[in-house]
């Protein structure tokens, strides 16, 4: 009976091919360069450091003093622990802890004799600082392209400002009387909108695996800056809106001041690193890795590619809007031009050259963006094209970002110690 | 090993039809799948059986025809929510998250079964997989590769992680494309053993397409053998061993 099917017997059973199968064993050992969600406090001790070493180069902006001194001693301390010590033991906990902490503390207490043009632009780190931090949520960890930072920044400024005036607005020949509502308040409803608005424009864009995301938020954000240009009766198109910076107290500390107002911006900060660690380490994260590593499989095991994608757009898009509406106060003055597709571009670049999938890499790009790029003023327009080589450059050598860089230079110092 | 199954259909696959510009690749496809065994799906290169579990499992929308499972109509359920119910499945091509540790493949099968997607949110990273997983890493002697990234795994291991991934979740059906494909002689024992395993300790219900006849006649209750995208004939190991039109299909009477 048996030799009815002996002819479609396969190779593999009968032995003689087995040899003949590929040598797997060898295959070259994979490196997984993108930290797990983990706090990567080496990456942190060298933002920074980073933000340290800005700080201090040009003469009569901060000065050379003792305790920038300190701390630039101590971080480049907690940067060679870090690269030296294996961070999945005890004392590679430890590390992670302390390392965390001197970020903080050295954010928190930065602004202590500074003056107003240095926290300007420290302002402006940490509030852009969250924008690439939810751009690198929806990039590097939901893996799909968002072209519409800016223009959710854009929603988030115009929604918190003009809920906060108390002014009549004409839309389509209807006129409205919008509230005056406190400042605080117009945080969330700007990051309601955007995570609404982004859905709306995701779902459609989604339902396939490709670059649409891509063109459609392209596409949208042409759009917001189209509206936002002449829809006069409610933005006052391109003449902008001055900002009234008049009622935000916290703890009856007026927030107002360049000095203070650096602390909110710090906070959301801290506020959107939270949210994008939380996410990425609870199992949405692992969903999130294994849809980047082969989607295909993934939504074979249940996992809705569509819906964690879509939610990591919205996220992030969400996380832009409510960085807007800071953004607004701290630059007292919004005008369209501010949200157009060029301001994308630079926080496109921020991500990508922070280092994708990476919680410090936001942190590197965002300082790029705001603090180098200030230094680099002196090159007028040229900024823009230096910091474009800069990338492309990056891009071939370095496909991982800084953030990643520094991984693999730790992976690397730690096999040679081992060894 | 006793080859005893209840009688109760757990899935209904009817007159599924799936065509490609001009060719038929699956041509009015039905069967039953009986809770508890093991279906063997067999057939010659290009007849149709990867098509057919990319028709029933939602990866190709089949252009006539329904599976049912439990009752239910699924046919119009994305792979998802159909894997969410209990249609698991191996593809063809090894399919593994290269970059995640062996734990945390097993761990990505199996989490989407639990909770809702926001309860999820608020869980802990393990959510309390760990034993479970572990048990099973266990039962595939791969305890020392728990950690290990499952890229730098050999072919053979993967297979069997790719495997145990469909199984982690316990489904109520499956669907394994070549589970013993590639695979050395050495881990091919191994394989089968799980497999069988599985069957008779825990009930899973499977149905596999398989090209090593030795594997697959060892191995299935029932065998379905497709020909040219239909379904030839289904039977015993012994009833298709003996029925002169399997020869004549394996040695292209066509």
């Known amino acids: 009976m048996a030799e009815s099917v002996n002819v479609p017997q396969s190779k593999a059973a009968d032995g003689s091919d087995a040899l003949d199968q590929p040598d797997f064993e060898n295959r070259r050992d994979k490196i997984a360069i993108v930290d797990r969600g983990r706090l990567s406090p080496s990456l942190i001790a060298l933002v920074s450091m980073l933000g340290a070493a800005v700080a201090v180069m040009p003469v009569g902006r901060a000065g050379f003093d003792g305790v920038i001194g300190l701390w630039f001693l101590s971080v480049l301390l907690l940067v060679g622990v870090n690269v030296a010590v294996p961070l999945d033991t005890r004392n590679g906990q430890m590390v992670r802890w302390i390392s965390t902490a001197t970020f903080v503390a050295f954010m928190m207490l930065f602004p202590i004799g500074k003056s107003g043009a240095t926290m300007t632009d420290f302002g402006l780190f940490a509030i852009f600082g969250a924008v690439v931090v939810g751009m690198n949520l929806t990039q590097g960890f939901a893996g799909q392209v968002s072209l519409a930072p800016a223009a959710f920044l854009g929603i988030g400024s115009y929604t918190s400002v003009l809920l906060d005036m108390g002014e009549e607005v004409t839309v389509a020949g209807v006129t409205v009387d919008l509230p005056d509502l406190p400042f605080l308040a117009t945080i969330p409803i700007a990051i309601v909108v955007c995570m609404l608005l982004s859905v709306l424009i995701g779902f459609p864009a989604l339902r396939v695996r490709g670059p649409w995301l891509a063109f459609v938020t392209l596409a949208f954000s042409l759009l917001v800056f189209l509206v936002l240009n002449n829809e006069d009766g409610l933005t006052r198109g391109s003449r902008g809106i001055r900002v009234l910076r008049n009622d935000f107290e916290i703890f009856g500390i007026d927030m107002l001041p360049t000095h203070n107002f650096y602390y909110a911006g710090l906070f959301y900060l801290f506020f959107s690193l939270t949210v994008v660690w939380w996410i990425v380490r609870s199992p949405w994260g692992r969903a999130l890795k294994a849809i980047r590593d082969n989607s295909g499989r993934a939504s074979s095991l249940g996992v809705d590619v569509r819906n964690y994608t879509l939610l990591g757009f919205a996220v992030g898009s969400g996380l832009a809007g409510g960085a807007g509406a800071l953004y607004a106060r701290q630059v007292e003055y919004i005008e369209p031009r501010s949200y157009f597709v060029n301001q994308t571009i630079d926080f496109f670049l921020a991500t990508v050259a922070g280092g994708l999938g990476t919680l410090a890499g936001p942190l590197i790009g965002g300082s790029l963006i705001t603090l180098v790029a200030d230094y680099l003023r002196f090159t007028g327009d040229w900024y823009r094209v230096w910091f474009g080589l800069f990338v492309m450059v990056m891009m071939v050598v370095a496909p991982e970002g800084l953030a990643g860089s520094f991984n693999r230079f730790r992976a690397w110092v730690q096999k040679r110690v081992d060894s | ?254």
Not at chain 2, 135 to 154: K, P, T, V, W
Not at chain 2, 234 to 249: I, L
Request: aromatic share 6%; with cysteine.
């Open chain 2, 1 to 254: 090993m006793t080859k005893t199954v209840d009688n109760e259909p757990v899935v209904r696959v009817r007159n599924i039809s799936k065509r490609f510009g001009g060719n038929q690749a699956v041509d009015d496809v039905s069967f039953d799948v009986t809770k508890g065994e093991i279906l063997g799906v067999i057939g010659p290169n290009g007849c149709g059986k990867s098509t057919l579990f990319n028709c029933l499992l939602g990866q190709y929308r089949p252009d006539n025809g329904s599976i049912e499972l439990d009752g239910i109509d699924v046919s119009d359920w994305s792979p998802p929510r159909r894997a969410k119910h209990g249609l698991a499945r191996t593809f063809q091509l090894l399919q593994i998250f290269e970059t995640m540790s062996v734990r945390d493949n097993l761990k990505t099968a199996a989490q989407e079964h639990i909770g809702s997607a926001a309860r999820r949110l608020f869980m802990r990273p393990d959510m309390g997989l760990d034993g479970e997983v572990d048990d099973l890493i266990e039962r595939f002697r791969m305890a020392h590769l728990a950690d290990e990234l499952a890229g730098n795994l050999s072919y053979g291991q993967q297979k069997l992680l790719d495997t145990a991934m469909a199984l982690v979740s316990k489904p109520a059906v499956a669907f394994l494309d070549e589970p013993a494909g590639g695979v050395n002689l050495t881990m091919l024992a191994d394989v089968e053993q799980q497999i069988r395993d599985l069957n008779v300790h825990d009930g899973a219900t499977m149905v596999i397409v398989e090209h090593n006849m030795e594997f697959i006649f060892a191995l299935a209750h029932r065998i379905v053998v497709m020909a040219e995208g239909r379904v030839l004939m289904e039977g015993t190991p012994d009833e298709v061993r003996n029925d002169p039109r399997v020869v004549e299909v394996y040695l292209g009477g066509h």
